[in-house]
């Protein structure tokens, strides 16, 4: 069975200031793992995600998430926070078939602010 | 290309009430997924599709949920009869896999309430 840890339910930042959301995986065999960003009232958006190529991912609006397999994690940062950012990020894991649904975190709801 | 289509946005019924939930994917995407999404939680899986075959609908709750995809394309999904706490955001999802990159795209939701 895969699961996700999104270690905090509310991070607040200054904007300008550095957006760190850690995000913790179980899995039994090789993970694909994603970060999904929601907007109030709106579906998913994919950020970013790791397929077993490159462990450094660069995702959308300067995001970026580093797979560290010996730590099990796949943390999300940005260098510098905007107020466009607030939203409720969402950690998902799969296995590497890419056929098995994606099995989400409780999600981490960030604030910017000003 | 197209989105995910929802419908629709919105709804509100009483419980006891049915009420169907409608998608269609992403042209070609032979995957498609039901998520049910409570407030102040992540998505959690009710079924998955592959073509119109149903490949898991373990935490699909068989006595008043409800879901077909005839013909492989669009899907819907149904409860019946309602209670409180069906009460959620209902996401479709489709994917297609491209060699080793995935991706599942999602809907816009279908938010339910239920009084």
């Known amino acids: 069975a895969q699961s996700v840890t999104q270690l905090g339910s509310h991070v607040s930042v200054s904007e300008g200031a550095l957006v760190l959301l850690r995000c913790n995986y179980s899995?039994?065999?090789?993970?694909?793992l994603f970060w999904y960003v929601q907007y109030p009232n709106q579906g998913l958006q994919l950020l970013l995600k790791?397929?077993?190529?490159?462990?450094l991912v660069k995702g959308i609006n300067g995001f970026e998430a580093e797979f560290k397999k010996s730590e099990t994690s796949f943390h999300l940062t940005k260098p510098s926070a905007h107020m466009s950012d607030a939203a409720e990020y969402f950690c998902?894991?799969?296995?590497?078939?890419?056929?098995?649904?994606?099995?989400f975190g409780k999600g981490t709801r960030l604030s910017v602010i000003a | 290309e197209a989105g995910v289509a929802q419908s629709p946005r919105y709804k509100i019924i009483e419980k006891r009430q049915s009420v169907a939930f409608w998608c269609n994917p992403i042209?070609?995407?032979?995957?498609l997924y039901w998520y049910q999404q409570i407030l102040g939680q992540g998505p959690k899986l009710l079924i998955q599709?592959?073509?119109?075959?149903?490949?898991?609908d373990s935490q699909l709750p068989k006595d008043r949920f409800s879901a077909e995809r005839l013909k492989g394309v669009d899907s819907t999904l149904k409860i019946q009869p309602a209670k409180l706490e069906d009460s959620a955001v209902y996401l479709c999802?489709?994917?297609?896999?491209?060699?080793?990159?995935?991706?599942?795209?999602f809907g816009q939701g279908t938010r339910l309430t239920v009084v």
């Open positions: 999802a489709s994917s297609v896999r491209r060699g080793v990159d995935t991706e599942a795209f």
């Open positions: 899995s039994s065999v090789p993970p694909y």
């Open positions: 790791y397929t077993s190529a490159a462990t």
């Open positions: 998902a894991v799969s296995d590497y078939s890419g056929n098995t649904p994606l099995v």
């Open positions: 042209s070609g995407h032979a995957t």
């Open positions: 599709f592959q073509n119109n075959g149903v490949v898991d």
